[in-house]
């Protein structure tokens, strides 16, 4: 059996949460000289510190119950959240597979946390065989796994093998899965030890908004919400998510467009000389390997196109993400100019 008080930090188990004047009180009131807010204005009232109603509408579509569901400031704050809640620091540790998404090696330093970096195979997959090796350590309390995984962009298999096995706490990170499709956000049920984290960042076209959204068992989300600061989404940022909510069918256009859009720059990019190989994709950018990326990077960025050089990451790639039909035919013929 799982037990999560097991795993959780004995300060976080013991920890008396802050409670506002919006805590304290539910039900409807027309008077509230409970917060020292100034009465007038718009902007006045500090906002619902759970975010009962943009839950409810994520959990909709989601199909999870909203009690499932903790909002970050950016799914930055839940990766962060996640190592303060479940990793002593200078103790425990946390694993990830490499190339990887630089946020868990941040956060795991700001924390004071070990972070095992695990390379992936050649083509971008775990090794199952090295892993079982370092999971017999066993202060290693949270596994973070991208899939898609950012810069590669691949799906990684064998994931819920993992989930079954570990002790810890398993994070999935499925930034892109609205791209690739696949997501475990339905198997919550199945694992007590399971935090999925998805985002309105990528997809949702919401970046500048910073909502990120973990899905996990009751228990968890209690230990993300007694950790958080109290009114970590802004009302601006909350009315805006619930906006872009009520537009599931732009959404799913814009999915689906950017998706056509990668498999055709993904052809496109393969046939320009200077690229040697385009990896697979199932999110909205493309890994790409060129015969010298630094070239390829400084050329583009004269011409005023920002892409992202991996060279240091991966040896000559590139990550490209998928624009608007009119930029990604711009970068093309930008690149059909360049010599290297
Ligand atoms: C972009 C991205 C995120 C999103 O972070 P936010 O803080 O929600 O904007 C999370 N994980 C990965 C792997 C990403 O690439």
């Known amino acids: 059996m799982f037990d999560i008080t097991k795993i959780v930090r004995p300060n976080i188990l013991a920890l008396q949460p802050y409670s506002s004047a919006r805590d304290e009180f539910t039900g409807s009131a027309g008077i509230f000289l409970d917060a020292n807010e100034n009465p007038f204005g718009a902007l006045n009232r500090y906002p619902d510190p759970l975010q009962k109603e943009l839950k409810q509408r994520i959990a909709e ?85 991208c899939s898609p995984n950012n810069p590669t962009g691949n799906t990684l298999k064998g994931v819920e093998t993992i989930i079954k096995n570990f002790k810890g706490i398993v994070v999935v990170d499925e930034a892109y899965a609205d791209f690739s499709g696949t997501s475990l956000v339905a198997t919550l049920h199945n694992y007590p ?14 970046a500048t908004v910073r909502i990120g959204m973990a899905f996990a068992s009751t228990p968890i989300t209690a230990l993300f919400n007694k950790v958080k600061p109290p009114y970590n989404i802004s009302m601006l940022n909350y009315t805006a998510a619930l906006k872009a909510l009520g537009n599931t069918e732009q959404y799913g256009q814009q999915v689906k467009l950017l998706v056509a859009e990668r498999n055709k720059m993904a052809g496109a990019l393969s046939r320009l000389p200077m690229v040697t190989k385009v990896y697979p994709s199932k999110a909205n950018f493309l890994l790409v390997e060129v015969t010298n990326a630094d070239a390829v990077y400084q050329k583009l960025a004269a011409q005023g196109i920002i892409i992202r050089n991996r060279n240091k990451v991966v040896a000559n790639c590139l990550r490209i993400s998928i624009g608007t039909p009119d930029e990604n035919r711009i970068l093309l013929n930008a690149l059909q100019q360049i010599t290297v």
């Open 193 to 206: 030890n399971l935090i999925v984290l998805q985002t309105l960042s990528k997809a949702w076209g919401l």
């Open 61 to 145: 579509i989601k199909s999870v119950s909203p009690e499932n569901i903790f909002l970050g400031n950016g799914s930055d704050e839940a990766i962060d959240l996640c190592y303060r809640i479940f990793c002593e620091p200078g103790i425990d540790k946390a694993l990830t597979f490499t190339p990887t998404y630089g946020m868990y090696q941040v956060s795991a330093a700001i924390n004071n946390v070990t972070l095992v970096n695990l390379p992936l195979t050649c083509d971008f997959q775990v090794d199952f065989n090295r892993l079982s090796k370092v999971l017999e350590d066993d202060t290693v309390k949270l596994l973070f796994i």
